[in-house]
């Protein structure tokens, strides 16, 4: 018969490991709560890592003063940014008013059976299912839609916070990261020093490199759908093909979300047929994007192979929606840089354990 066995835990080490499950599940509580602000650090940290050689730039033009180059490199993006406004938004607003002004006539076709979206009313009788659905509204979900305008209202309140946040995070960054970085550096051993740096110099092109491939996918994107609108005749091209490169910004969904907007419009502009070919080249140009020219941008922008690229995105956003698509490619990367470091000191410690003594 087998002795029995019988294990004993000191009660300091059952303390032990319960505080720190305890500690544990508090510091995952604490990101949750503050997982908003995190992400704004996040963004923040991105735009800092993409505007630093700017930054640096206009310091070796000649304002030597890190914190003035910084002021100089928000004045300049302001100007750009105000420069872009002046020569597009006359363009955009009458655009944007011509739509407004069209859209009674679309909802007065509808309601009446006749336009390019006449057949809702024909066929399935919509404008009425519309007004029995809203004569049946009870008062709470009267209340429900007012939260609604409430959680709106919120959102909006939200945004021009973390917009306003997210500046300020960046420029403090921007001015301070440096310092930051260098006592890091000192504060490890000597010797691990240079390989450290050059790790951190990788992982800064690699954000940076994010950073500029995001932005060319955006205009080619913007670019091409204004051409293809204004070939086609569709109205409002410009507003349309700035919502575009706005909307692809945002890795896989964003494209989508403003195929169907901009193919919408072409229908109700331009007829079915238009719409059609809209939504066809909407249909192939996501495929190219998604399957040659974003691993192709990445792939020179980040060094990733497209493969790991789609990998990554795909991952990204199962896991964590739109940031974790946005995030995917720049911690892939990472990733990289690290896996890469670490095997090329595997290399070298094995060519200095196999030389003669």
């Known amino acids: ?35 908003q602000v995190l992400t704004w650090v996040v963004i923040a940290a991105f735009l800092a890592l993409a505007l630093d050689p700017l930054v640096n ?21 302001a100007i750009v940014v105000f420069a872009l406004g002046a020569t597009f938004i006359p363009t955009l607003v009458r655009e944007i008013n011509a739509f407004i002004d069209a859209v009674p006539q679309y909802v007065d ?12 009313e024909r066929d399935y009788q919509i404008v009425e299912r519309v007004q029995d659905a809203v004569s049946n509204i009870e008062i709470s979900r009267i209340l429900g839609v007012s939260g ?21 995070m960046t420029f403090f960054m921007l001015l301070e990261g440096p310092k930051w970085i260098e006592r890091f550096f000192e504060e490890l051993p000597e010797e691990s020093r240079p390989r450290l740096r050059a790790i951190g110099r990788d992982v800064y092109a690699t954000v ?50 403003a195929a169907v907007v ?36 990445y792939s020179r922008t980040v060094e990733l192979s497209p493969l790991v690229i789609l990998i990554a995105v795909l991952i990204g956003a199962s896991l964590a929606g739109v940031i974790g698509a946005l995030g995917a490619i720049p911690i892939a990367g990472t990733i990289q840089v690290l896996v890469r470091h670490w095997l090329q000191m595997r290399r070298e410690r094995a060519a200095l354990a196999d030389a003669p003594l």
């Open 109 to 120: 076709d509808l309601t009446k059976g006749r336009g390019r979206l006449g057949f809702l």
């Open 262 to 297: 901009v193919t919408t419009v072409a229908v109700l502009d331009s007829g079915w047929k238009i719409g059609l070919i809209v939504l066809g080249w909407f249909i192939v140009y996501q495929q190219l994007e998604n399957h040659v020219l974003y691993p192709l941008v």
């Open 148 to 168: 609604t305008a409430v959680a709106v209202t919120k959102g909006v309140i939200t945004a021009i916070v973390a917009t306003i946040t997210i500046i300020v």
């Open 208 to 257: 940076g490199g994010f950073v500029a491939g995001a932005v060319t996918i955006a205009l080619v994107a913007g670019i091409t759908t204004a051409l293809v609108l204004s070939v086609l005749g569709v109205s409002y091209a410009f507003a349309l093909a700035l919502l575009v490169a706005f909307f692809d910004l945002i890795p896989l969904a964003g494209a989508t979300i």
């Open 1 to 35: 018969m087998v002795p029995e066995r019988v294990v004993r835990f000191r009660a300091r080490t059952i303390l032990a490991v319960l505080g720190i499950v305890l500690a544990v599940a508090a510091l995952l509580k604490v990101l949750w709560i503050a997982h």
């Open 57 to 77: 730039l206009i310091m070796r033009l000649g304002i030597r003063r890190r914190g003035l180059a910084i002021g100089a490199t928000f004045l300049l993006i």
